[in-house]
């Protein structure tokens, strides 16, 4: 697979707001895991507090301590990380928290992935003047992460390709659709290529634009019309046989 080997896992701890009848504030602290690796050997766990969504005050397992970004954060950093009790807390929540966690993220969500279903279909039909428009679409694949790419004769098309955001389904399923403007070429083969956690490689879907309607109707009607003839021939030998024997 080509995606990148990314997973993050969010988790708010407590969310509290107070309100004044003069005026409003929103106080609230953020906990999160972070990682990028299978192993979860590089876990880092950050507990953020904020006020009216500035961030004033942190922990940051990769430092080891509180940090401050304003005058009431640093106070409270200072006075937070003179207490040892407070500190082996949250230096081991990386190990308590976000790995347990993480573990069960990945077994139960992560893992489970489902792939799409692929559809190519003619959005406008073109000539050897005009372009045509393919889409590629991709429905009710899960997790979100998914790359289309439109290949013309197995080399990745760069130009002339429009691309929609991946749009949930609102059932934790996710749909995208590309399309690729082009020129039509005798013998050329055009595909949509998809790559998703939930196949194996990357897959490769090719266009087979249908034939013109003159070339399925026209053999349909000739066929047609020599059946028609031959009964015709037939009938008209049968009753000049009659005719004869009479």
Known sequence: MSLPNLWSFHHILMLSAFTSTANGYYNYQWTQCIYSSSDF??????????????????????????????????????????????????RAEVDRFCKPNAVLYK??????????????????????????????????????????????????????????????????????????????????KISCMVEHAGFEKPMIYDWNPPLPEFEWNTPLLFTAGVAALMLGIIIAAAGFIYYKSK
């Not at 401050?68 to 807390?89: C, D, M, S």
């Not at 969500?109 to 045509?132: C, E, F, T």
Request: with cysteine; glycine share 6%.
């Open 41 to 90: 050997s590089d876990m880092v766990f950050l507990d953020g507090y904020y006020f009216n969504k500035y961030l004033y005050l942190q922990f940051n397992s990769t430092v080891g301590k509180f940090v401050g970004f304003t005058e009431f954060g640093v106070r409270y950093a200072e006075i937070w990380n003179k207490n040892p009790a407070i500190l082996q807390h949250y």
């Open 107 to 188: 077994k139960d969500i992560h893992d489970k992935a489902v792939a799409p279903v692929v559809k190519l279909s003619l959005v406008k039909q073109g000539d050897s003047r005009h372009p045509s428009l393919l889409m590629c679409s991709a429905y009710d694949f899960y997790p979100e992460k998914i790359k289309v790419s439109w290949l013309r004769d197995g080399v990745v098309v760069t130009s002339d390709v429009t691309s929609t955001e991946k749009m949930p389904n609102g059932d934790w399923y996710y749909q995208i659709h590309t399309e690729l403007e082009y020129i039509p070429k005798a013998g050329e």
